[in-house]
């Protein structure tokens, strides 16, 4: 039996194809501090265009925050926010042509977008908790097309 490898994976021998991958988590609040966050009612301003620009830094910045996580060459990133009555939901989906996926970088952005966002309903809402991040679904490289939930897709 060899030993276990000591630092990051050897990546070479693996071929460089589209890759994709989607997270998503939720801040979950009392209803007031959703809706205060959702019409950008509370004291600290833009929440939304900052937690994107932030999820955004994220993803670009995994590498160097992850020890073992190869950089890859992102070729696009998108964040998208849902609210319901007590809850916003954050998905990131990236998009990569490399030796390995993005899940990494779509779960570096899903969280510090949601950090980003307790950020500014802490002082409103001392409650609020992160949910439930999570990859959602990735393709490409050499398992193919996999979803949450539903396997194969």
Excluded at 89 to 112: H, I, K
């Amino acid at each position: 039996m060899s030993e276990p490898a000591k630092g990051m994976l050897d990546m070479s021998g693996r071929e460089e194809t589209p890759r994709r991958a989607v997270a998503e988590g939720y801040l979950v609040a009392d209803p007031d501090a959703i809706e205060a966050l959702k019409s950008n009612r509370l004291p600290k301003a833009d929440p939304l265009p900052t937690a994107r620009a932030a999820a955004l830094l994220a993803v670009k910045a995994t590498p160097g925050l992850i020890p073992h996580c190869h950089p890859i060459r992102v070729t696009a990133a998108q964040v998208d926010f849902e609210f319901s009555a007590n809850a916003i939901r954050v998905q990131c989906e990236v998009s990569a042509c490399d030796r390995t996926g993005p899940q990494m970088e779509a779960l570096a952005g899903v969280t510090v977008a949601l950090l980003t966002l307790y950020d500014v309903v802490k002082n409103v809402c001392p409650t609020a908790v992160l949910d439930r991040i999570s990859l959602v679904e990735k393709e490409g490289g050499r398992s193919g097309h996999w979803r949450r939930g539903g396997g194969d897709a």
